[in-house]
């Protein structure tokens, strides 16, 4: 093998390498699809960025497909009413020591033809679907926020559907939707609108509920900037917004994400300026005036890593911890990130908790030490944190190369479990896009 | 109360190429941005890739071929692309290759190498990724190649 091939090699797979998520697959009815494609060509420019929503107490998985078993939903569909807005005050919080049940993801809705999709409820423990919502107005979605309050019974879901292949001359507006989980009653999921007087301009790109549900954080924005809004459940209305010029881009997804609620005045937030190398997290008080978000807020967690030296294997080398969620009680950031074993040729996904008041020695929440034969993560996340963060709910995707006929093939397992002193329990693979406990 | 009923064609179809997607997607998409160095178009090769899948599940002889399928299905895909570009395939300062990241992570000679790949022609290129980023023997490539449009043709 000579040097210049090895150039070509390395240079290739860095390159391809920049690539980390795709978006969610869309399968529309053959017919549909053709007569869509006779009128235009897919916008190259669709991208969908709500990939991970946030948690106030509360996360979201970012699987990277859509599942499309045999549902039987127990959900009496009714059309969703505009108005009034319900009133979406979120019961009491899960006690210490418990960890989330019930989840609402995107699937497809097992009723009608075509299929829609629609908004899912589960019950992890029992692995039952409770519930699936269709969802109107399109068939992909330009954006997808998902929520929930502490009490492991409320959520807020944002959607802003397109169709698939039409053009879109300007960025949908998002519908929101509040979702209340009743436990053991006839209609166990009952789904409302809400009328949130959404007004910045882009896609909607996280959300967090705060843990008693009055209270809404959303992040949204352009290529140009960022906008962190806090809107009133109850009323539907911006309370206050700041912006920064960070806007996203192809190798910075969203450079604000993570938000999290500490009590019911102050989000958390961090902001990524190099994927894996250089992010912080904020602390932004809800009543503070201005209108520039880091002004305004303060940082209260950061890390800076190197790049890793030319021609190193980057997936072996120390990256920033990703998913950086302060957690409820504010005292502590939690992440996730790998560590690579030369001796024993293997990958750890490892998630730690940094004390904010000793950020040099982080906590191992959990590991999971891979086969011989994974080579990466694609990602490795924190979707979920108790309060405390002691217990977390945390994703990982293991990549494994093989070859198929002739051609190098990557294989990509997502795993979730819950993962708390040191131990580690995967559940059910929950197929969805955007799920959040 | 739960029910079971037999599984429908088509869903069979959409939970098949369901778990394809999640397994490939991801690594299809990255063979597409090599080709076509626009993440976006990238991502829409696959997309239409899966899709066309999707709509010859019944036609396709062992969910085996599946993969072979797709990444052939992904590189006519952006032959296609390139052809309708009518500048060249690849901006000389494309927005990625710009970005903070992209710089850091990137050596100078992989930059520059990156920088020659993309000035050449679309089937040359394929080769190169084909070769190089697949790990295809030089044999293999060749087969390839010329097969990628047989394949998709439904020859065999």
């Known amino acids: ?437 | 109360m739960d029910t079971h009923a037999p599984e429908a064609p088509q869903a069979a179809a959409e939970r098949h190429v369901t778990a394809l997607y999640q397994a490939h997607a991801l690594s299809l998409a990255r063979l597409a941005l090599l080709m076509l160095g626009d993440a976006d178009a990238a991502q829409d090769v696959v997309q239409d890739a899966f899709f066309g899948l999707y709509r010859r599940w019944d036609k396709l002889a062992s969910a085996d071929a599946a993969p072979a399928y797709l990444r052939a299905s992904v590189l006519n895909g952006c032959r296609t692309a390139l052809k309708r570009r009518s500048r060249p395939p690849l901006p000389a300062t494309g927005e990625a290759l710009e970005s903070a990241e992209a710089a850091v992570l990137h050596t100078e000679e992989q930059r520059g190498v990156l920088a020659a790949v993309r000035r050449l022609p679309a089937r040359q290129r394929e080769v190169v990724v084909l070769r190089y980023y697949l790990d295809m023997t030089e044999e293999q490539t060749s087969r390839a190649v010329s097969a990628i449009g047989r394949m998709l043709k439904g020859e065999s």
């Open chain 1, 1 to 437: 093998m000579s040097y210049v091939e090895d150039e070509i090699r390395g240079a290739l797979r860095s390159e391809a390498d920049r690539l980390r998520e795709v978006r969610p697959l869309r399968l529309l009815p053959a017919p549909a699809q053709d007569q869509l494609r006779a009128v235009h060509r897919p916008s190259l420019a669709r991208r969908l960025s709500a990939w991970r929503g946030p948690l106030a107490a509360v996360a979201a998985v970012v699987l990277i497909a859509v599942v499309l078993v045999a549902l039987r939903s127990l959900w009496k569909e009714q059309p969703a009413p505009a108005a009034p807005p319900p009133k979406p005050v979120a019961g009491p919080p899960l006690p210490a020591g418990a960890t989330p049940r019930y989840y609402v993801r995107l699937g497809w809705s097992p009723k009608g033809t075509p299929l829609r999709w629609g908004i899912v409820v589960g019950d992890e423990q029992t692995g039952r679907t409770l519930g699936t919502y269709p969802i109107t107005g399109g068939n992909a979605f330009m954006s997808i926020g998902l929520s929930g309050a502490g009490d492991d019974r409320t959520f807020v879901v944002s959607i802003a559907a397109i169709t698939a292949g039409l053009p879109q001359a300007t960025v949908p507006r998002p519908a929101w939707y509040l979702v209340r989980v009743f436990p053991g009653s006839a209609s166990p999921v009952r789904v409302t609108r809400l009328a949130v007087n959404f007004k910045a301009s882009g896609e909607v790109r996280e959300i967090a509920l705060s843990a008693d549900g009055t209270e809404l954080a959303v992040v949204s924005g352009t290529s140009q900037s960022t906008v962190l809004g806090v809107y009133s459940v109850v009323t539907g209305q911006l309370r206050n917004s700041w912006s920064t010029p960070l806007g996203a881009s192809a190798s910075n997804f969203k450079p604000v994400s993570d938000l999290s609620w500490v009590g019911d005045g102050t989000v958390g937030f961090a902001v990524t300026y190099t994927p894996r190398m250089r992010e912080e997290v904020r602390t932004l008080d809800t009543g503070a005036g201005g209108t520039s978000l880091l002004a305004a807020s303060r940082v209260v967690w950061s890390q800076d890593v190197s790049a890793p030296p030319p021609g190193s294997n980057p997936y072996h080398a120390p990256q920033a911890c990703s998913t950086p969620f302060l957690t409820g009680d504010g005292t502590a950031v939690v992440c996730a990130t790998s560590s690579y074993s030369a001796r024993d040729n293997r990958l750890t996904a490892l998630w730690l908790a940094y004390p904010l008041a000793t950020p040099t020695r982080p906590r191992v929440i959990g590991s999971v030490v891979q086969p011989t034969d994974v080579n990466k993560f694609d990602s490795v996340t924190v979707e979920w944190s108790n309060p405390s963060g002691t217990e977390i709910i945390g994703a990982w995707n293991p990549n494994v190369d093989s070859v198929d006929h002739g051609a190098k093939v990557q294989t990509v397992t997502n795993f979730t479990g819950f993962i708390g002193h040191g131990k580690v329990r995967p559940f059910g693979p929950v197929f969805g896009l955007n799920v959040t406990w």
